[in-house]
């Protein structure tokens, strides 16, 4: 099954600089790559994707890219605020035969430091 | 707009007791789905739903049943809770498979349960 390994775990920036987390996924037919944002107590909110078809998005201070041929995509963050902070998360969407599943690494908890 | 909530939003309960946590979204979105969030393994899909009366396992399904009898609701339910089912369960939306943004899903605010 699918598999998306997620780095780094942790990652303490100050205000300013940039941010990128990355993540590799097993599964060459995957076709979707969220990252979601998850402050404390709340729920996982979408903030950027992509398509197995583009190879880089980009909205105001986030972007991501996709490298379908090494299977990794990541997540850059310009300017940071403290606001930023929180935890991330990446997922890969599998689909066969009607079926479907996110499959989501293990989180990247992102401190931006005043 | 409500959007996707949950209920209870905190549920203490002992072992070996049935609990049904509940998932309402306002979208009419064709898919729903559970998760659970743990420490150390991120987010793990429990069920989903394509549509009423639809359901499908995903990675963690033992222990839980879901039904789908109206769009709007997905609830889920712990026949008989253990311990280790304890977690923070999520409720999510997306729409269909047709029209742009179709495979963004959207999460509910989340219950946290605990099993003593």
């Known amino acids: 099954g699918e598999n998306v390994e997620q780095h780094p775990s942790t990652l303490s920036v100050q205000e300013g600089d940039s941010a990128v987390i990355k993540c590799t996924y097993s599964d060459s037919a995957s076709n979707y790559f969220p990252w979601y944002k998850q402050e404390l107590g709340k729920g996982p909110q979408l903030i950027i994707d992509?398509?197995?078809?583009?190879g880089e998005k980009k909205d105001q201070r986030i972007a991501v890219t996709l490298n379908k041929t090494a299977k990794h995509f990541s997540l850059h963050i310009t300017e940071t605020q403290p606001e930023d902070s929180a935890v991330y998360f990446c997922a890969a969407r599998l689909a066969w035969g009607g079926s479907e599943k996110l499959v989501f690494g293990k989180g990247t908890k992102l401190t931006v430091n005043p | 707009d409500a959007g996707i909530t949950q209920s209870p939003r905190y549920k203490i309960t002992e072992t070996g007791r049935q609990v049904t946590l509940m998932c309402h979204q306002t979208w009419s979105h064709s898919y729903m789905f559970w998760y659970r969030q743990d420490l150390g393994h991120g987010l793990r899909l429990i069920y989903y739903?394509?549509?009423?009366?639809?359901?499908d396992k995903g990675e963690v399904p033992d222990g839980y049943v879901v039904s789908r009898s109206k769009t709007e609701n997905f609830p889920l339910t712990l026949e008989s809770a253990t311990r280790s089912q304890t977690s923070v369960y999520f409720c999510?939306?997306?729409?269909?498979?047709?029209?742009?943004?179709?495979?963004?899903?959207?999460f509910g605010p989340g219950t946290r349960l605990t099993v003593t």
């Open positions: 739903s394509a549509a009423a009366d639809i359901t």
């Open positions: 999510a939306s997306r729409r269909g498979t047709s029209g742009a943004k179709t495979y963004e899903q959207y």
């Open positions: 992509i398509r197995s078809n583009v």
